[in-house]
């Protein structure tokens, strides 16, 4: 064998050995599909009266992965797309689903009362929580949520408004902390990538 | 003086009566085929969505209303979506050109605003689609888990 060709063949293997080293020693970091908030931030604090009476507070649910999306019940199409979208990650997490809790926040609090709302999100899981409250209390949360929304006139529709809104959905980890968000229309697959890291 | 009559032109009466008659007749309707038909489900006093596929192997048409005895009103609107912001636009009639046109989640949909009742997984129910050239068309629609 020509000592040339015995040089290359011995530097490729030692190559590929401190290749499949480095692999195995370094630690793989894995990465996120949504858009990550880097740093993470403590989510901002949600404090709503339920349909039954009680205190819905973010921070009390320490320990659970919330998905947290903003819509209304009168929205025909991406909030229901969306709200079907969580049931189906909340169903392909199998036994992981306890640790995570799905909340529709609305952007109607005119025509979403704590009921309308409840009963509305029962319909894709019953283990989903609706929430409402006043133009005054829910103002707050739009806002440090980033939340856009708008009512828009619509007199020749027996809609009477529309809301346009923001359609994102954040992710706040088990710390409280406000980690990732969803565009709309964002596989399920990368959403469920995503708190399968979270979850481990 | 006597005419007799060549035979092939008294065959002239029958065909411009025949002719007449093809005029006044009804212009045969074209027919538009609509599959995929399905609803979400919703509760009394809310809203729902229809969609469904229609297939106009024909001319273009229009559609100009939609109308059922499950809400106090159905109207046409379109979904869109800007920078991230969900929209909703009601349309006062929709353009059905030759070929399919879908009605699909995230896009055009028939809304049931005021539904007199719950709409629950497996309801049917029947939705009239009036269309400028073919008429009114009744669909049946099944309501489909979300």
Known sequence: ?200 | MRYTLNKKWMVIPFVIVAVILSACAPTSVQRLQATDVWARPGLAGGNSAVFFIIENPGKEDVLLSASSMVADAVEMHRTSMQAGVAKMDQQMSVLIPKGKTEFKPGDLHVMLIGLKKDLAVGDTFDVTLDFEKAGEQTITVTTLAP
Request: aromatic letters at 8%.
């Open chain 1, 1 to 200: 064998m020509n000592k040339n060709m015995l040089r290359v063949g011995i530097g490729l293997m030692v190559l590929i050995g401190l290749a499949t080293g480095m692999a195995v020693l370094i630690p793989q970091t894995e990465a996120f599909r949504g858009t990550l908030y880097d740093p993470a931030q403590k989510a901002p604090e949600i404090e709503l009266i339920r349909n039954d009476g009680s205190v819905y507070r973010l921070s009390d649910q320490r320990g659970n992965v919330i998905l947290l999306f903003f819509g209304y019940t009168s929205c025909p199409d991406v909030c229901p797309i969306t709200l079907s979208e969580l049931k189906k990650v909340n169903e392909e997490l199998g036994g992981e689903n306890g640790q995570v809790q799905v909340v529709f926040l609305t952007v109607d609090p005119d025509r979403d009362t704590p009921e309308v709302i409840q009963k509305y999100v029962s319909i894709f899981n019953p283990a989903f929580i609706g929430l409402s409250g006043t133009l005054q209390e829910l103002e707050p949360v739009w806002k440090e949520y980033g939340v856009y929304r708008e009512i828009e006139q619509a007199s020749s529709s027996a809609l009477g408004y529309a809301v346009t809104h923001t359609a994102r959905v954040y992710v706040i980890d088990q710390e409280g902390n406000l980690r990732l968000s969803y565009s709309y229309g964002t596989p399920t697959d990368d959403i469920l990538h995503d708190l399968k890291i979270l979850l481990k």
